[in-house]
């Protein structure tokens, strides 16, 4: 069992910066991918970025190619997502999540999800 509790989401203007971070509790942390998908108002939840176990894989959806950065600490039991040059388009719920399954460059089966952290980016 994994529990994840985002923080760090708020307002900023664009071109801002913003990091978000997942606390993770349970035993197996290092065991999963950990990914960010994000949600925009009256839009799907969509994929963001996925980091491996071992931390030297990471996937991004092309939208925050080059922007955002992932990473985890498994000693923590943290996963963080550094937001840079934001846009409004970047405005969305985000949540933090746990998986096992990659494929086509993104985190699918996700097993455990986050409540989600709000990130209002403002033009």
């Known amino acids: 069992q994994v529990q994840l509790v985002e923080s760090g989401g708020g307002l900023v203007q664009a071109g801002g910066s913003l990091r978000l971070s997942c606390a993770a509790s349970g035993r197996t942390f290092s065991s999963y991918f950990m990914g960010w998908f994000r949600q925009a108002p009256g839009k799907e939840r969509e994929f963001v970025a996925a980091i491996g176990w071992r931390g030297s894989i990471v996937y991004y959806v092309d939208s925050v190619k080059g922007r955002f950065t992932i990473s985890r600490d498994n000693a923590k039991n943290t996963a963080t997502l550094q937001m840079n040059s934001l846009k409004a388009a970047d405005t969305a719920v985000y949540y933090c999540?746990?998986?096992?399954?990659?494929?086509?460059?993104?985190?699918?089966?996700?097993?455990?999800w986050g409540e989600g952290t709000l990130v209002t980016v403002s033009s």
């Open positions: 999540a746990a998986g096992t399954v990659v494929f086509g460059n993104q985190l699918h089966g996700v097993d455990y």
